[in-house]
């Protein structure tokens, strides 16, 4: 889409930036990434905003804006976070660091409900995420709200230029949807934004960018690489779409996959080589090793498959990135490597034979991307799987056996969910492996087997969830058929951490 009166975001590294991109677009508006030290190259904007970040201020290699620049476009700005504390010190008012971190729920109190805060409760609850505070004002400066202890927690700067200390971005700010509205309702003939228009462009530039070179998909039959394969195919390129039977999926999994893709029309080629990977994957414990010899092993299937490929396809969504934060101008932290971001593919991208139509939407954007392609309620519907399937449900060394007990767990959870109704209710759901043996008692004789996690989640795009309260009779019902039907477990335990601190997987 053309950038003009757009929403121009400027990532300084929070691992929630993409999320405000989301958010303006739920909202009606196009917004795009940006990095702050190319705030000369971002169009024509209609507004700005300036992200959150991990770093403090006072840092001798802070990011940086150039603000004659930001305020020669003569657009509303906005600041979160770090992106407010930069901006007091543009305006000539002082910051000052702490080693006290400000993390989670707070609350706001607007001084007036008026502007950004029109609208907004009296007491509203925000996501906090800071260790630098504001501690001096600009003469130009007036405090527009605070938190419980009367701190300055939004600022506003002359008629046009905003910050707020929490993250609007995020559910647990409450209102922050509304706070975000209120902002953009500043500016006047922002582009509006629909997924229709996005497939278009996203259909275009892969026609673009592939041209009449031969493409290889990699595709696992979760919503990601099916929303992808649909894509390509739509868009008439030369495409292979390979599904690799990596020994590492669920119960029944492969065969689901083939009869999907037959449904939709989408050919596709089956390869097993659950030997090789349990091969390379030996006696390896290190969940970052285990990643990379996944992810690269791909690669190594995919070739032998198709021979040298010109263009490599995968489903990778913002989350892989953020989280891998694999681009060498990334300034957010590294959470774990994803399978699509080993350094392979990072080669891969350097020499422009990666194609990665999705990286800057979530997994609800890619779902509803995929009902405007006209693919299935059911096949969309399917709760995530991580490419590298059940390697990250594994603790410690993967085994066949570890892994058929796997399946066999998280089989009995599935089922149960979907006969009592919660299949739909959750976002993402399975049973793990706790590779520690305990004492228990079986048929009346000692028992020294594994322990089996249950998790249950509700989340919007994976950058925080929180686990869901299933009834305990269907908790119950679960343990008692595990218990009673899967050798090698004696012991059933629910996952009862939220994203943040804990992730989603266990790996």
């Known amino acids: 889409m053309e950038e003009i009166n757009h929403v121009a975001v400027l990532d300084f590294g929070s691992q929630y930036t993409q999320l405000i991109v989301r958010r303006v677009r739920e909202l009606g508006f196009f917004a795009k990434l940006y990095s702050p030290e190319n705030v000369a190259d971002i169009g024509q904007p209609g507004a700005i905003i300036l992200s959150g970040g991990p770093r403090s201020t006072s840092d001798p290699d802070a990011p940086d804006i150039d603000f004659e620049t930001l305020q020669g476009y003569g657009v509303p700005v906005l600041g979160v976070c770090y992106g407010m504390q930069i901006l007091n010190i543009k305006f000539g008012g002082a910051v000052k660091a702490s080693d006290r971190r400000e993390y989670g729920p707070a609350t706001m109190h607007p001084v007036a409900h008026e502007g950004l805060y029109e609208g907004v409760t009296a007491a509203s609850q925000v996501w906090m995420s800071h260790s630098d505070t504001v501690s001096e004002l600009p003469e130009n400066a007036k405090v527009i709200a605070t938190n419980s202890h009367g701190t300055p927690v939004s600022i506003q700067w002359g008629d046009r230029f905003y910050g707020i200390q929490f993250h609007p971005e995020v559910t647990h700010s409450h209102e922050g949807n509304r706070v975000l509205g209120n902002f953009l309702m500043q500016a006047s003939n922002l582009q509006k934004f629909s997924i229709d228009e996005f497939r278009r462009e996203i259909i275009s530039g892969i026609r673009e960018k592939v041209g009449d070179r031969q493409v290889v998909c990699g595709v696992s039959g979760g919503v990601d690489s099916t929303v992808l394969a649909v894509l390509l195919h739509e868009a008439g390129v030369n495409m292979r779409a390979i599904f690799v039977d990596h020994g590492l999926l669920r119960k029944g999994e492969a065969e689901e996959v083939v009869n999907n893709f037959h449904r939709m029309g989408v050919p596709i080629e089956k390869v097993d080589v659950t030997e090789r990977y349990?091969?390379?994957?030996?006696?390896?414990?290190?969940?970052?090793?285990?990643?990379?010899?996944?992810?690269?092993?791909?690669?190594?299937?995919?070739?032998?498959?198709?021979?040298?490929?010109?263009?490599?396809?995968?489903?990778?969504?913002?989350?892989?990135?953020?989280?891998?934060?694999?681009?060498?101008?990334?300034?957010?932290?590294?959470?774990?490597?994803?399978?699509?971001?080993?350094?392979?593919?990072?080669?891969?991208?350097?020499?422009?034979?990666?194609?990665?139509?999705?990286?800057?939407?979530?997994?609800?954007?890619?779902?509803?991307?995929?009902?405007?392609?006209?693919?299935?309620?059911?096949?969309?519907?399917?709760?995530?799987?991580?490419?590298?399937?059940?390697?990250?449900?594994?603790?410690?060394?993967?085994?066949?056996?570890?892994?058929?007990?796997?399946?066999?767990?998280?089989?009995?959870?599935?089922?149960?969910?979907?006969?009592?109704?919660?299949?739909?209710?959750?976002?993402?759901?399975?049973?793990?492996?706790?590779?520690?043996?305990?004492?228990?008692?079986?048929?009346?004789?000692?028992?020294?087997?594994?322990?089996?996690?249950?998790?249950?989640?509700?989340?919007?795009?994976?950058?925080?969830?929180?686990?869901?309260?299933?009834?305990?009779?269907?908790?119950?019902?679960?343990?008692?058929?595990?218990?009673?039907?899967?050798?090698?477990?004696?012991?059933?335990?629910?996952?009862?951490?939220?994203?943040?601190p804990a992730s989603i997987e266990w790996e």
């Open 278 to 500: 349990m091969t390379a994957l030996a006696g390896e414990g290190d969940p970052e090793k285990k990643r990379i010899i996944i992810g690269n092993l791909f690669l190594d299937v995919f070739w032998d498959v198709v021979g040298n490929a010109e263009l490599l396809a995968q489903g990778t969504l913002y989350p892989d990135v953020i989280e891998s934060a694999s681009n060498d101008n990334s300034k957010a932290s590294k959470i774990k490597t994803h399978h699509n971001r080993v350094d392979r593919v990072i080669e891969l991208q350097a020499q422009g034979k990666v194609l990665e139509p999705l990286a800057e939407l979530f997994k609800d954007e890619v779902r509803e991307l995929g009902h405007s392609l006209g693919i299935a309620k059911d096949i969309l519907d399917r709760h995530p799987f991580p490419g590298p399937g059940l390697a990250v449900r594994c603790p410690g060394e993967i085994t066949l056996e570890r892994l058929d007990v796997i399946r066999e767990c998280d089989a009995i959870f599935i089922n149960a969910l979907k006969e009592h109704g919660w299949y739909d209710k959750v976002w993402q759901a399975y049973a793990g492996l706790i590779p520690v043996k305990t004492v228990g008692v079986k048929g009346d004789e000692r028992s020294y087997e594994w322990a089996t996690n249950l998790r249950a989640v509700v989340s919007e795009d994976a950058m925080t969830a929180d686990w869901v309260e299933l009834p305990t009779s269907l908790l119950r019902e679960v343990s008692n058929k595990i218990l009673n039907e899967v050798s090698g477990i004696n012991r059933v335990l629910y996952d009862i951490s939220t994203k943040p």
